[in-house]
DNA sequence: AGAAAACATGACTGAACAGTCAAAGTATTT
DNA sequence: AAATACTTTGACTGTTCAGTCATGTTTTCT
């Protein structure tokens, strides 16, 4: 015996809101506010958003991308599904949403680094722009650990779905490590060789031992890790001889 | 108007079968036979099941692991949705079987090059193990294309549903590599430092330049990459001074 | 204050999916 | 050749999921 009436919908008092087309819902990204002004209700949209993403996240990085569904999001954020559609538009502006506070920085390092190299033509430390992008980085890396593990975990992969936005992010990163370690190149501050496979291995590296280390293997969390990724990186393995 | 009679099922002859149990099913693995001998039947067995197989990589290169369905893979193959279950009890044991003739020279390598090393106590090439074993896995790759692709692809991530398998290889791998470096590191082949660094930098960098490679960026498969990665792992990048 | 607009809710729909099974087909044995 | 054991097939079931929408609630505007 289905009690049927318990899914009926609620019983109609007065329709406040006659059938309003979907024109002036916001599409794409939570922050766009669709109309008013900065007090009670931007406050609780940013809350909600956040809410929403930090509860994907968190599932995302236990379960992986693909496996974790809208209704286990809502569920886990504690709000209802409907909640969902009116801040993002699917799983993928999700994605995109988690992503953009990695995004961001990782572009601004790359560009002032490449300006810094433009501009400090010949000068005597022409390293000095590499340091401070390392820097730059590991910052950014270290302030959104979890934004980065979801980065690191679904870097590969095919572009589809719910994944493209991080395969965007994965581009981006290998054309710009690619550029950089051309420039070195050029400058002659590397041994002569194809700057792609340099630039592959120092992304995969320092990739990898990030990866690793995010994910809780605690002796590779001192500072001492980022120095010796760099003494590798630079002098490699070999003992001298 | 649905007509019912379409999807109801064959009109009975004769049940020459009736109602045997699931006991005599085989259950994980394709190649175990459960019962006669090598003439074609067997034959049979191995073509169809390596058919699924090989849909399935395909298919999984695409769209990754979890994006493919059953029914994706047996549109593909060209075969019943019941067979594929006569040969994989679900979507894991499918990655497993991919997965199989992969992990078992890597695990051979692997024991062969430790073997080797206990040997070679310290005799004057400690070096050539380590040679052997990267050529042995460079092989091994460069055979296994696909399936390599795949493990790359997905080696991150949770470790949950079809992708057990791969992150079980995916530990396998750091682990080995882990001890090797300790090795290397123990017998003074490497410069000080913790050995759990370099094993990440090295599996990082031979990784993203393996994936690279094969996803097709053929400015990155010849074998002078190879020689360069090593150059780079054993003497970094940096030009001498 | 009241009106209007944005926001929240969760039952509902239709599609897609994993896995099953009775019936029909094919190799192997006797 | 007939019986037997293994194999193939695809319609079917029950479940899960993304996305919708009528109704109810809160905030903002006038």
């Known amino acids: 015996m289905t009690e049927q009436s318990k899914y009926l919908p609620r019983p109609p008092k007065k329709s406040r809101r ?8 916001p599409s794409v990204v939570p922050t766009e506010r669709p109309g008013p002004e900065g007090g ?18 968190r599932l995302m990085l236990e379960r992986g991308i693909e496996a974790v569904t809208i ?22 502006a999700l994605v995109r949403g988690i992503l953009a506070p990695l995004e961001e920085p990782l572009h601004e390092a790359f560009t002032r680094c490449r300006r810094a190299l433009a ?19 590991a910052h950014t890396i ?7 593990r979801l980065y690191l975990q679904e870097r590969r992969g095919a572009n589809a779905g719910a994944r493209r936005p991080i395969a965007r992010l994965a581009r981006f990163i290998d054309d710009s490590a690619e550029t950089l370690a051309a420039f070195a190149n ?10 792609q496979v340099s630039a592959a291995v120092v992304v ?3 990739e990898h031992l990030a990866y690793r280390a995010l994910l809780g293997e605690t002796q590779l969390r001192s500072p001492a890790v980022a120095v010796e990724l760099i003494a590798i990186i630079l002098d490699g393995v070999r003992l001298s001889e």
Chains 1, 2 share one sequence.
């Open 18 to 25: 006659p059938a309003v087309k979907a024109e002036a819902i």
């Open 40 to 57: 009670k209700r931007a406050e609780n949209r940013r809350t909600k958003a956040n809410l929403l993403a930090s509860a994907a996240l």
């Open 71 to 92: 209704d286990d999001i809502v569920v886990q954020a504690g709000v209802a599904k409907g909640s969902f559609y009116r801040y993002f538009d699917d799983k993928e």
């Open 119 to 137: 501009d400090a033509d010949r000068g005597p430390s022409l390293v000095a722009p590499y340091a401070s992008f390392a820097a730059e980085i």
């Open 142 to 148: 270290f302030e959104l650990e979890s934004v980065t």
């Open 186 to 195: 050029a400058r002659g501050l590397t041994r002569p060789g194809d700057s």
């Open 204 to 206: 995969g590296a320092a």
